[in-house]
Antibody, heavy 119, light 103 residues
């Protein structure tokens, strides 16, 4: 059974940093591209970042470019999101999501971890 | 930048058919995916590549895509289908979401 479990969320002050983790199981992690997607309270889904299976290709949404860094450790079946210079508008539930195919759809999602940026 | 438009809400009675649209310029030339999002739960992929259904998704859910509109159709709607539905287009872009109410 495919499972994705995020951790690392919490309350952080504006300008602070946080590192999210996502541990994968039930599939060959190093064969799949992975993403982070977020949903702010009362808002819609927003794609945040993508990383290829090898880690060689990385993409970011404009809203987080230069502040967030995605990475992965295939030996540990883990995906990460380092978030720096956090803003109030980064407050959201963050999901890690597996890409199912070549057209960028997300076939499995974790339950999410809540990040709250507030003083 | 590419823009996609979803109606904010759609209402339907149980047992009827719900149609949720996703509009965009020549969207028929792109792959469209659909997700169901219930409050407090992770999104669930219900249709991918315009009209394919993941395993475990009921046949009541179907998709189509042509011209400037992609459509998610839910037949024989059940109370449990009440949720927000999001289309996803062109690699990363999500629509604003449509709240399906089952009256």
């Amino acid at each position: 059974e495919v499972q994705l479990v995020e951790s690392g969320g919490g309350l952080v002050q504006p300008g602070g940093s946080l590192r999210l983790s996502c541990v994968a199981s039930g599939f060959t992690f190093n064969s799949f591209e992975m993403n982070w997607v977020r949903q702010a309270p009362g808002k819609g889904l927003e794609w945040v970042s993508h990383i290829s299976s090898s880690g060689n290709t990385i993409l970011y949404a404009d809203s987080v470019k230069g502040r967030f860094t995605i990475s992965r450790d295939n030996a540990k079946n883990s995906l990460y999101l380092q978030m720096n210079s956090l803003r109030a508008e980064d407050t959201a539930v963050y999901y890690c999501a597996r890409e199912g195919g070549n057209t960028f759809y997300f076939d499995y999602w974790g339950p999410g971890t809540l990040v709250t940026v507030s003083s | 930048s590419y823009v996609v438009t979803q109606p904010p809400s759609v209402s339907v009675a149980p047992g009827q058919t719900a149609r949720i649209t996703c509009g965009g310029n020549n969207i028929g030339s792109k792959s469209v995916h659909w997700y169901q999002k219930k409050s407090g739960q992770a999104p669930v992929l219900v249709v991918y590549d315009d009209s394919d259904r993941p395993s475990g998704i009921p046949e009541r859910f179907s998709g189509s895509n042509s011209g400037n509109t992609a459509t998610l159709t839910i037949r024989r709607v059940e109370v449990g289908d009440e949720a927000d539905y999001y289309c996803q287009v062109w690699d990363t872009l999500f629509g604003g979401g449509t709240k399906l109410s089952v009256l």
